[in-house]
């Protein structure tokens, strides 16, 4: 008579299914606090306690017809640990005689084949991945589960959600308090190459609009380079009435100012300039003395 597993372990295992499947159809964490998951946890507890119940049953009535000495074996075996014993059966070897039971009648090179049964490891490892897949597989076809795009849309707009919820929480930047940091010259170039590039040409080199990366410059009302160039954008330019107030008319927040300022001041100070003989416009304006 075999033991059986305690009921602990038909616990954890179902727990352990509940969970899996659970995440697979739900696809949130929230279905743990929900009382229809703690609902289903119960009652299956209740059911493995109860089949356990009946198990000891039935268990009990097979031991009253074993002989003498198979009771006294199984009262033996059943002392030892649950997991030892369940170790020691994965990975149990055949003795000499048991390898002549099993022994195939057929050899080669003097090597013989055993009719060996497949390790209880590997066979619980093919079920689980049996029955995983055929969940795996009704989750995937009945419900959002493992789709990537209705993923990627999920979590596009949890991401939008977060910065609306950020920007509305943040005052955006103004010219007293903008500051310039590298780590918005990248998304400043992305503004510039959307809304200035057209009049500075490409790197600020100027085309209608006048050369950025030289030191000449039409409009000085700032003292900082930084803060001269977001005056600029926000407020245009009075001497050039195609040079628009991008802040005052709502095409650039102040989080795009602050940037395109970062990679306005990038191009200019941290870069060698764009000259004429490298296809850049010539000089306008004056030079400037900017503070640091």
């Known amino acids: 008579m075999k033991q059986r597993s305690p009921v602990y372990v038909s616990i954890a295992s179902i727990l352990t299914i509940l969970l899996v499947v659970y995440y697979m159809f739900v696809q949130e964490s929230t279905f743990l606090s929900s009382p229809y998951f703690w609902g289903t946890v119960v009652i299956s507890i209740i059911l493995a306690m109860i089949h356990h119940a009946i198990g000891d049953l039935i268990e009990n009535d097979q031991f ?19 997991f030892k014993a369940l170790y020691a059966s994965a990975f149990k070897k055949q003795s000499a005689t048991e390898e002549k ?63 609306a919820e950020y920007v509305k929480n943040t005052p955006p930047p103004t010219i007293d308090d903008a500051v ?30 006048p050369n950025l990366t030289d030191n000449a410059w039409i409009n000085q009302p700032e003292k900082t380079l930084f803060k001269n160039v977001f005056n600029m954008v926000e407020n245009g330019s009075p001497n050039n009435p195609a040079m628009q107030a991008f802040g005052k008319n709502g095409v650039l927040t102040g989080f795009d100012i602050q940037d395109v300022s970062a990679y306005i001041y990038h191009i200019n100070q941290e870069q060698p300039p764009i000259t004429v003989a490298n296809g850049g416009a010539a000089p306008q304006g004056t030079p400037a003395t900017w503070e640091k």
């Open 64 to 82: 009253k017809k074993l002989t003498d000495a198979e009771k006294a074996q199984y009262l033996e075996d059943k002392k030892i640990p649950y």
């Open 101 to 163: 039971d099993i022994l195939i009648d057929h050899g080669f090179d003097g090597i013989m084949e055993l009719d060996n049964q497949l390790p209880k490891w590997w066979l619980g490892l093919f079920y689980f991945g049996v029955v995983y897949c055929v969940v795996y597989m009704i989750s995937y076809f009945t419900t959002d589960f493992a789709h990537q795009y209705v993923e990627y849309d999920a979590e596009y707009k949890a991401q939008t959600a977060s910065i």
């Open 180 to 209: 310039y940091s590298p780590d918005n010259i990248a998304a400043g170039e992305e503004v510039f190459k959307t809304n200035c590039v057209s009049c500075h040409n490409a790197g600020g080199a100027g085309g209608i609009g």
